[in-house]
């Protein structure tokens, strides 16, 4: 009790017992610091540190109190401490500390802090006072000073500011002056309350220094604004009088312009004509640009008034008149201005209008005269010319016209200008409107005659002229398409070039066919139209379209046995090209070759399977083929070589067939055996590898080995399992194939039964050897479990060995008594493992028959141990017991003793409650100390019965006997003041519980326990009470600080329920105040101790009845805060509770045992998580103390100060389990690592006897797979590089957190990461002599491929075929061409195999002689493959060529025999037009043939070489070239002699033009020399003589030069021999006899006027 007393104040210390409460130290230090806060710094101690702690505890008793040191720190801070031992040891302390004496000085400090209290009230309120004040008076002048109404005159506010000067100046520093005393009255307050220990005093709100301070500037901030606004008005109003000066006189000014320019713009003396009016125009112009420019000068003027009206300028009317005056004549003005601009603009419009007018009249009488012509042509290029004239001047007539109506439509629509009369001046206008209206359609009617009339000459003519051209092309083409002959075309490619012409005849045919149908269509729509030469017409029509359709029938006849020739061609030429692929297949399929190992079988399947797509695909050409021959025309598909073709092609493409699959029977057959041939030689060298390994093994020594070969044996048996489904593959493969009957069958099951039985024999020596490990290392673990256990037993029974004397001093009891506790506490534990040691070796025994007399001798031995150790404690207990019952007498009087004394200062204390649940709690304490008393009782017995016999004459024996007598004194004087206590207590009770009725009256006043008890304090007492009950409080928080009595969680609800009832019904409070009352005068006549307040308050009680219902609202409120403060407490406490459980937890050390290490750490884990969870939990706590805080901040330091501990607590617990946590992480990141190393170096020993193996394999395949197993091996290692990595940073991590064992984790990461490195070089040295076998195999296998690839080549290129014809002859071309493509893409690949083999002799390979010999055959295989490929392109070159040039022979012919039959048609031309046109054509062919003679002569050229090169078609090329001269020869005359012909045609039409020309005249002529008019008198006749005279002079001139000049051109083509001379003949005498005639005439009439003028004369 007296240990919870001293050590209640110290929130982590929980006095609870003599155990667990004092291994953390802080017990010890808190009961120090109780009686000596000086001797300890208590704040710096943790419970996180224990040893610390009870160190400083032990060793500062010792030094300053002299307490000796009974105990060592290793003793308490144990899980189990030592009972007796710490009551011995305290007990020490107790006797120390109650000897000192503490002074008293409560009493003499009481009334000096009662005075000090009652002034600083009187402080505060005079404070509150002076702030109030000086707030209002702040107020108010800031009110004041935020005025912004001004006086609008200049004087008036300068009368403002002065004003406001004087307020600075004598009102403002006084209450400055205030402020500062405020200040330093708060000082003083705030000084003499930190003097008197009491709380700081807080102002009202609003009433702070930083408030007044704020208030204070906020003054200072209006009074400045205040002055800067009076200012600124100032300035303001000075600038408006400057603004109404200047703009008076600005006003002035610009009123006198505005009159001088009205005067201006009066003038409208425009002018007449254009030029007058424009130049006016431009004259207003500048007058109009002066007054815009002057607009920025009346606007000036507006502004400045309007500036002054808006800042409300005291004169502000008279500004805006003058302002208005001026607006009004500036308005004015630009109205003058307006109007003078618009008649302007009618003026010149007018002018314009007259001038438009005037110009299109005199365009319109120009064109009328151009369109009155008679001139319509006479020749299409005539006409022509005339409508292109025609339609420019329709286009010029449509752009005048367009103008015109404009003009018009702008004359109508003007509204021109009034003279000086007022009359409109339009007079004009229209007259001119009028006549060109008239002028204009006369224009426009003429145009659409002269057009009309054109157009029907052009469509004439040109009609006639279409129809000719066309008649003249279809029967050029008909002499062509009929003349030509296909049977001697032959070939493919003849054929091609054929139809290539035919589509051109095709294409020109066609294109020609939209030019007939539009001659036609012009023709009948001209019959339609009734044209006058319809009938003419119609019979060109008739003809054209005959001619044409007789055209199309030729060429599509022509164009079908084309098509029917190419489709045979094209058949025969797939034909004769499947049939030589078959050919070579067939010769393919026939090598009897089917590899000889795995590696040349793949290739000879791969080169199998390609032929069989190949062949496969190939029955689509067959097909296709087929289906061109239903194609071909019915004599080419019945021809006997098209059946026999497609005969012969299906019976070799089946035998192709059937020579396919034969081969690829025998190819998979072979595949199939080397496969598991290969698959089992693996096999077989991997389980023959392995027996090797467990054959070496031999049984382990001690444990680490065992662990080693355990871990071999299990990375072997993962092998095993691995393979086994690849053992069972192979075995089934081998069955199978055995079943399909393969021709090695006999070797395939020789094979499996070797297999079989190194299989068997592998899983046989790897269980045996398992098993003898397994039993050697559970012997071995037996070992040393036993060792273990020796171990742990010798050093329990280390501390009983030392003889304890009678004499021995209490120190060395209490050492020895623990001890003795110790192996008693742990004998369960050493026996529970001695019955598992039996139960194991009994198991050892049958396994190991022999190791049975070592087993029982080492677990005899190991039980005799035990049973030393116990055979000493008992010793040692005896021998304890007899030193131990006078000591336990002494300690048993020394506890009782203390007991007493901490009982009589409990049961002598004077508190008593003010509360019923502190006076319940009093009562229940003071039972419990009755209780507590009765049960000392018989201990106090038992020392009245054994300390007599101890009585002796020594000093110990009387000092034993003084000792029991003040005890028994002791003893009674407890039993009195318990009985006094207990009839106080019992008035409290009763007090009380009287309150306790008062309370459910005013329950509705208060909800937590402290407002609650003040309220009923307060209750029927005076503000004065009021005050003195304050200053009792302070009082006693400065006598005991921890003396606060709260109401319990139980009591809360209590009064909760009672203010619920007192809410529902409030009648029961009369009978309670009777009760209360009553209660009152009982206690009053009892002579209880507070009768007198009692009844004092049972009287305040009944007036504050009714105050109730006032009340009721404010208690509910209190109430709900002291509920959550006690349900916050309660919180605290359940976690209180659990934190300091789990600190036991966290402070334990089990990780150093390495046993279950993983459990621990889960179960740590666990603890963490709950650890975590806690926090949400404290956080709840923290939330729920913040809303007790804000609904009642009393409670904040009492609500802060337990949340701080809770969580310091926390904090300590987390500190404590994160070490923990720490410690096991560090031990499991031990055992992680350990594993991981072993894992590793077990691998390592595995991949180094891989690749130290000298293996490369015997083939390709067996080669390509050990190189599979190396990639995957080097994979594997750069996979392990990870977890080396990872070891390494594990390490560094073990480093940096200065791990306890890092030096030895690091010491096996470098022996790890060194065995790591040095796999290094073995595996590239592997990977190299993989590679070299690899490239040796590979080098091989392309040889075999190459070599038979250039055989087949060559085979192909020797081929001495060249084809009969040009299609055959560009086949094999194309054919070889594909070759040597073929053969240049395999040059890249020969170079790869001759770099291979090179690179592999110059490594020095031992077969380099086969390699190199192989070389050279591939290089002079090579070699001649390129020899007959250029010898056989040479020769198809040449053969090519001939053939070539033979077709190019052919076509000459062709294109002669063309133009031979146009050069023999008998055509003539019907007039002189169609003369010129046909000469004009044959000029063209004429050069054509000239130009083909150079043609001609590179031919001869290149025929005479291909002949000197003696090929087989030299002599048909010969011939060939001969015909194809002699046909030059003959095309060449023709060409002449249709020349000559043409010549002499058209020299005849033009003299049959000259003479008809001639006759016309010459018919005139006459007509006018027959005329019979002689005049009516002689002046008439000799007028007519005169002319006649000159027209006959004129005549005879003329005359005789074109007779002479027809006769001339008529003795010319006489001369020459024409074939008409004879008709020319007649023309001309016609000619000369018509000259003789008119001569004739003329002087006839000549004579006839002579005599008429002599007689008219006469």
């Known amino acids: 009790m007296w240990c919870k007393l001293k050590t209640a104040s110290y929130d982590n210390v929980k006095m609870t017992n003599f155990t667990s409460s004092w291994k953390d130290g802080l017990a010890f230090n808190a009961i120090i610091h109780k009686h000596r806060p000086d001797a300890i710094k208590y704040d710096s101690l943790s419970a996180d540190n224990p040893m610390h702690n009870l160190r400083n505890a032990f060793k500062v008793a010792e030094e300053k109190f002299g307490i000796p040191a009974l105990l060592d720190p290793e003793d308490v801070n144990v899980e189990y401490p030592d009972e007796k031992s710490i009551m011995t040891y305290v007990a020490s302390y107790y006797h120390t500390f109650s000897k000192m004496k503490a002074e008293d000085v409560v009493g003499r400090r009481i009334g000096k802090v009662m005075g000090e209290v009652i002034e600083n009230e009187a402080l505060l309120q005079e404070y509150d006072t002076l702030a109030t004040n000086l707030l209002d008076w702040i107020r108010e002048k800031i009110e004041t000073l935020s005025d912004r109404t001004f006086d609008n005159k200049l004087s008036g506010v300068q009368q403002q500011l002065v004003q406001f000067n004087t307020y600075r100046t004598s009102e403002k520093p006084p209450k400055f002056q205030e402020k500062a005393d405020l200040e330093e009255k708060l000082f003083t307050i705030q000084s003499k309350l930190r003097a008197n220990n009491q709380k700081a005093y807080t102002p009202k709100e609003g009433k702070t220094i930083s408030e007044i301070n704020k208030a204070w500037g906020n003054l200072e901030k209006a009074e400045h604004e205040r002055e800067l606004a009076l200012r600124q008005e100032i300035l303001r109003l000075e600038k408006l009088e400057q603004l109404a000066v200047r703009f008076d006189r600005k006003a002035r000014m610009r009123t006198q312009w505005l009159t001088d320019n009205r005067g201006i713009l009066g003038s409208e003396d425009f002018g007449d004509s254009l030029p007058a009016v424009e130049a006016a125009v431009k004259k207003h112009e500048a007058i109009e640009t002066d007054i815009k420019a002057y607009h920025e000068r009346v606007v000036a003027v507006e502004n400045v008034a309007n500036t002054l009206k808006d800042e409300n300028y005291h004169d502000s009317d008279r500004i805006q008149s003058k302002k208005d005056n001026v607006l009004e004549l500036w308005n004015d003005l630009l109205e003058l201005l307006k109007q003078r601009r618009n008649n302007l603009e009618q003026h010149v419009q007018l002018q314009k209008i007259l001038q438009e007018l005037e110009d299109m009249i005199e365009w319109a009488t120009e064109t009328k005269g151009v369109l009155q012509s008679e001139d319509y042509g006479k020749e299409l290029q005539d006409v022509n010319n005339l409508l292109q004239n025609h339609n420019i001047l329709e286009s010029d007539i449509l752009v005048h016209a367009d103008r015109i109506k404009n003009v018009i439509a702008e004359a109508q629509a003007f509204e021109p200008p009034e003279d000086e009369n007022g009359q409109p001046l339009n007079e004009d206008i229209h007259d001119g409107v009028s006549q060109l209206s008239q002028t204009l359609q006369e224009v426009q009617q003429l145009a659409e005659e002269r057009k009309s009339r054109l157009d029907d000459a052009h469509r004439l003519l040109q009609f006639y002229q279409d129809c000719d051209d066309e008649q003249n092309w279809i029967k050029e083409k008909e002499q062509t398409l009929e003349l030509s002959s296909l049977k001697k075309v032959q070939d493919y490619v003849s054929l091609t070039l054929l139809d290539h012409r035919q589509k051109a005849f095709e294409a020109e045919v066609n294109g020609h066919q939209p030019a007939i149908e539009n001659i036609v269509k012009v023709g009948r729509g001209m019959i339609k139209d009734g044209h006058y030469a319809s009938s003419t017409i119609e019979n060109r029509v008739d003809s054209l379209q005959k001619g044409y359709e007789h055209v199309s029938d030729i060429l599509a006849q022509r164009q079908q046995r084309i098509n029917e020739m190419l489709l045979l061609q094209q058949f025969m030429v797939e034909a004769d090209n499947i049939e030589a692929w078959i050919t070579l297949h067939i010769s393919l399929m026939s090598i009897d070759n089917y590899g000889t190992d795995q590696g040349s079988v793949e290739a000879l399947m791969k080169t199998h399977l390609d032929l069989t797509s190949e062949i496969g695909a190939y029955r689509q050409q067959i097909d296709a083929l087929e289906s061109t021959s239903e194609q071909l025309a019915p004599q080419d598909r019945s021809s006997e070589v098209v059946v026999e073709k497609k005969f012969r092609i299906n019976k070799n493409y089946e035998s192709l067939l059937e020579l396919l699959d034969k081969r690829q029977g025998r190819l998979n057959d072979m595949q199939a055996f080397y496969k598991y041939h290969d698959e089992k030689e693996i096999l077989l060298s991997w389980v023959g590898d392995r027996l090797v390994i467990l054959e070496s093994i031999e049984a382990p020594q001690d444990m680490p080995e065992a662990d080693l070969l355990l871990r071999q044996f299990e990375g072997i048996q993962k092998e095993v399992n691995a393979n086994q489904d690849r053992y069972q593959k192979i075995l089934n493969e081998g069955q199978e194939l055995i079943d399909n ?117 080492k677990v005899a031995e190991l039980q005799e141990d035990w049973q030393n150790v116990q055979d000493k404690a008992t010793k040692q207990r005896n021998t304890l017991g007899e030193c131990s019952d006078y000591q336990k007498l002494l300690f048993d009087i020394d506890d009782l003793h203390d ?70 004194q002791e003893w009674d004087d407890l039993l009195q003041s318990c009985d006094k206590r207990k009839l106080l207590l019992k008035q409290n009770y009763e007090h009380m519980l009287f309150q306790r009725d008062c309370k459910q009256l005013e329950g509705a006043l208060s909800k937590q326990d402290m407002f609650l008890t003040k309220a009923i304090a307060e209750m029927g007492i005076g503000r004065d009470h009021a005050k003195a009950n304050k200053l009792k409080k302070f009082v006693k928080s400065i006598i005991d600080k921890e003396r606060q009595k709260k109401l319990s969680l139980f009591n809360l609800i209590e009064l909760v329920k009672r203010h619920k009832e007192y809410k529902k019904s409030l009648e029961l409070c009369n009978e309670k105040v009777d009760h209360v009352k009553r209660f009152a005068r009982r206690m009053s006549e009892n002579d209880h101790y507070a009768a007198d307040k009692l009844v004092a308050k049972s009287v305040a009680i009944e007036d504050r009845l009714k105050d109730n219902y006032l009340k009721f609202n404010d208690a509910e409120v209190k109430l709900e805060q002291a509920v959550e403060l006690q349900k916050f407490h309660q919180q605290c406490n359940e976690l209180n509770d659990w934190i300091q459980e789990k600190q036991q937890l966290a402070s334990d050390e089990s990780y150093r045992d390495q046993t279950n290490l993983s459990g621990k750490l889960q179960k740590h884990q666990t603890f963490e998580a709950e650890l975590v969870a806690t926090k949400d939990q404290l956080d709840s706590i923290k939330d729920l103390g913040q809303t ?126 060194q065995r790591y490195d040095d796999l290094d070089e073995p595996c590239r040295n592997k990977r190299k002599k993989l590679e070299a076998a690899r490239l040796f195999f590979q080098f091989f296998r392309d040889v075999d491929d190459e070599t038979r690839w250039l055989e087949e080549k060559i085979l192909q290129a020797k081929s001495e075929e060249v084809g009969t014809n040009l299609s055959e002859v560009h086949n094999y071309k194309i054919s070889h061409q594909n070759m040597r493509n073929e053969i240049t893409s395999h040059k890249q690949i020969l170079n790869g195999i001759y770099q291979s083999g090179e690179k592999l002799i110059a490594e020095g390979h031992p077969s380099s002689n086969d390699i190199r010999n192989n070389i050279a055959s591939m290089k002079e295989k090579s070699v001649q493959l390129d020899g007959y490929c250029k010898d056989r392109g040479a020769l198809l070159d040449k053969y090519h060529k001939a053939h070539q040039h033979l077709f190019e022979i052919d076509e000459a012919e062709s294109w002669m025999i063309d133009k031979v039959a146009i050069l023999s048609s008998d055509d003539r031309p019907k007039d002189e037009d169609s003369a010129v046109t046909m000469k004009r054509k044959h000029e063209d062919l004429q050069s054509a043939i000239n130009e083909y003679k150079n043609h001609l002569q590179q031919l001869r050229d290149a025929s005479e070489e291909l002949i000197e090169e003696d090929l087989i078609i030299s002599e048909e090329i010969r011939d060939a070239m001969d015909d194809a001269d002699n046909r030059f020869s003959q095309l060449k005359m023709l060409a002449d002699d249709r020349y000559d012909r043409l010549e002499e045609i058209i020299k005849l039409y033009h003299f049959n033009r000259e003479v008809d020309d001639l006759e016309l005249w010459l018919g005139d002529c006459d007509a006018i020399a027959k005329s019979k008019e002689f005049g009516i008198d002689y002046e008439h006749l000799e007028i007519i003589q005169d002319a006649f005279d000159k027209w006959v002079d004129n005549t005879k001139i003329i005359g005789l030069d074109r007779v002479q000049k027809v006769n001339t051109m008529a003795d010319q083509l006489i001369s020459t021999g024409h074939s008409e001379s004879a008709t020319i003949s007649e023309w001309k005498n016609g000619i000369n006899d018509l000259w003789e005639s008119l001569l004739k005439q003329i002087n006839s009439r000549f004579e006839v006027k002579c005599n008429k003028l002599i007689i008219r004369h006469a």
């Open 1188 to 1313: 007790v805080i804000d609904n009642n901040p009393e409670s904040q330091n009492e609500v802060n100060d337990r949340i701080n501990e809770l969580q310091n607590e926390w904090l300590s617990l987390c500190q404590a389990s994160a070490n923990k946590g720490r410690m096991l992480n560090e031990v499991y990141d031990q055992v992680q690592f350990n594993r991981t190393a072993d894992d590793l170096e077990s691998w390592m020993d595995h991949v180094h006897a891989v690749l130290t193996a000298e293996d490369t394999g015997k083939d390709l395949i067996t080669c390509t797979n050990l190189i599979n197993q190396h990639v995957a091996i080097e994979n594997d290692i750069t996979v392990r590089k990870d977890r080396i990595d990872q070891l390494e940073k594990q390490v560094q991590k073990f480093q940096d957190s200065d791990h306890y064992d890092a030096d030895s984790m690091l010491a096996k990461y470098n022996h790890v990461k």
């Open 899 to 968: 007991w007493i004394k901490t009982q009589q200062l409990i049961v002598g204390a004077d508190d008593l409650s003010n509360t019923l649940s502190g006076a319940e709690k009093l009562a229940k304490e003071h039972e419990e100390l009755t209780y507590d008393v009765q049960s000392r009782q018989l201990i106090y017995n038992q020392i009245m019965d054994i300390a007599p016999q101890y009585y002796t004459d020594d000093v110990n024996g009387r000092r034993l006997h003084q000792r029991v007598d003040e005890l028994t």
């Open 741 to 857: 009957h393969n021709s090695n069958s006999d070797a395939i099951k020789e094979s499996i039964e070797r297999l079989n039985g190194k299989w068997k024999l592998l899983i046989v020596t790897l269980q045996v050897k398992k098993e003898t490990i397994d039993v050697k290392k559970r012997l071995l673990d037996f070992y040393y479990e036993i060792d273990e256990t020796r171990d742990w037993i010798k050093q329990k029974g280390n501390g009983l060995n030392n003889e304890l004397a009678s004499t021995a001093d209490p120190n060395t009891i209490i050492e020895l008594q623990r001890q003795l506790n110790a192996v008693e506490r742990d004998s369960p534990a050493v026996m529970e493992r001695l019955n598992a040691i039996q139960a194991k070796k009994a198991q050892l025994i049958e396994e190991q028959p022999d190791q049975e007399s070592i087993l029982n001798a």
